[in-house]
């Protein structure tokens, strides 16, 4: 589902990932920077709530994208 706001969710989820599965965040944090435009990093998240109403797996995406913003941002 499209964020209203931009923000492409999975690849923010994904960078998150890659610090727990690869332990490499400075590679996390070099693609944060580089590969994802402005408005689709995690701290143009305004928490509206919608991405979570409409996701299948009941993610938090709100508190990981905060997570992700604490990290990269
Ligand atoms: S909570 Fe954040 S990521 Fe989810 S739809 Fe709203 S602005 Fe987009």
Redesign the pocket.
């Known amino acids: 589902?499209p964020?209203?706001?931009?923000?492409n969710?999975p690849r923010n989820l994904s960078y998150l990932n890659d610090i727990f599965m690869l332990d490499d965040v400075e590679n996390a944090r070099f693609q944060y920077g580089v590969l994802l435009l402005p408005e689709e990093k995690?701290g143009?998240?305004?928490?509206?709530?919608?991405?979570?109403e409409v996701c299948p797996q009941n993610i938090r995406?709100?508190e990981m994208?905060k997570e992700v913003r604490g990290i990269f941002e």
Do not use: T
């Not at 964020?3 to 923000?7: A, I, K, L, N, Q």
């Open positions: 589902m964020c209203p706001s931009g923000v969710i995690a143009n998240c305004v928490e509206c709530g919608e991405c979570e995406i709100r994208l």
